[in-house]
Structures are given as C-alpha cells and as structure tokens.
C-alpha cells in the first residue's frame, strides 16, 4: 500500500524560497512517477512537476519551470520540489501523487498524500 506524506509547507514572503518533500513509508517512490499538483481556494487542482524516477524524465508547468525544481533521492527515498521565487499565486495546497503512466492529469494518479499548504505573503 503506497502512503505518501507530504511535508515542507508553510508561510513565506514573496521572492522567498521553501522545500517540500514526499515520502512513502513503504518505500515504494521509485515504483512510479511521482507528481506534484496544487489547488488554490477556489480553483480546481492543477499540475506543477513531476519526475519519472528510472527514466529520470522531468516535467513542469510553464508557469514554475524556471523557479520550481524537482528532485529524487535514491537513499532516503523521497521526492522533493524546490520553490524559489515565490509568488503570492504560489499560494495552495501542494499534494504528491503516484502514477503508473507518464502523465500530467489528476485522472491518471493512482495515490494521493494529503497535502501540505503553502501560502505566500505579498
């Protein structure tokens, strides 16, 4: 059973930086592609990145590409999202999720954490 947990969120002004990371406690991350997506007070859930871990594959949203990175780490099996230059539109939930397929779409995901919020000050 894949359990993803999120961590890393917070409050930060704008132009600051925060790390996030997703963990699975079965040590499972390499077995998928590994998803960041975001959801805004009133918005629907949207992509950010997402990292294939073997292939070694990465995708962005245009909006993040040059300020958002994403990484894995092999020995303590996470995966994380670097947030440099943050925006005040930064401000969401982040989740992590799993997917067998190399996709970007919420229908494609097979596990979600529970998110982790971020909020930027202007």
């Known amino acids: 059973q894949v359990q993803l947990v999120e961590s890393g969120g917070g409050l930060v002004q704008a132009g600051g930086s925060l790390r996030l990371s997703c963990a699975d406690s079965?040590?499972?991350?390499?077995?998928?592609?590994i998803n960041w997506f975001r959801q805004a007070p009133g918005k629907e859930r949207e992509f950010v990145a997402a990292?294939?871990?073997?292939?070694?594959?990465?995708m962005y949203q245009d909006s993040v590409k040059d300020r958002f990175t994403i990484s894995g780490d092999n020995a303590l099996n996470t995966v994380s999202l670097q947030m440099n230059s943050l925006k005040p539109d930064d401000t969401a939930v982040y989740y992590c999720?799993?997917?067998?397929?190399?996709?970007?779409?919420?229908?494609?995901?097979?596990?979600w954490g529970k998110g982790t919020l971020v909020t930027v000050s202007s």
């Open positions: 999720a799993a997917s067998a397929t190399w996709a970007w779409d919420v229908r494609y995901m097979s596990y």
């Open positions: 079965g040590r499972t991350l390499r077995n998928y592609n």
């Open positions: 990292i294939s871990w073997w292939g070694g594959r990465t």
